[in-house]
């Protein structure tokens, strides 16, 4: 309580600078999660990519197999199929919980810009006689 009595006490720079530097750290804050969510997002499709690939060959090698050997090459060509959606699926979950992310980014950075814009239209008029 006594914080945004003290914001009234100072002046417009001032104020300005308390709310603008915490929405930079923020910002900041907002991008390593974002690197890091798509990361995420490249590794599982990565792993996608190995194992569709892997169960491709797999499934290549399922003709030249014999006997308990086509069960167990049809087993894991299954296998890696089910963790090639798995990926998949991974990877659409974090696309779509990063899309909400990416907005609120944009409209801080957006905002940011206004407030950093504002403040230098408020100089540029000062020292305008």
């Known amino acids: 309580m006594l914080e945004s009595y003290r914001s009234l006490e100072l002046g417009d720079e001032e104020r300005l600078a308390m709310l603008i ?65 798995c990926f998949i699926y991974r990877m659409a979950v974090l696309r779509f919980d990063l899309a909400p992310l990416n907005a609120f980014t944009q409209e801080l950075r957006h905002g940011l810009h206004l407030a950093e814009q504002a403040s230098l239209d408020d100089v540029a008029e000062e020292l305008d006689p």
């Open 21 to 85: 530097g915490p929405a930079r750290a923020m910002l900041a804050r907002l991008d390593v999660m974002t690197l890091s969510w798509q990361r995420s997002v490249s590794r599982s499709v990565l792993g996608a990519v190995f194992c569709f690939c892997a169960a491709l060959g797999m499934g290549a090698l399922l003709p030249f197999g014999s006997g308990d050997n086509r069960l167990v090459i049809g087993a894991a060509a299954a296998v890696f199929a089910i963790a090639a959606g």
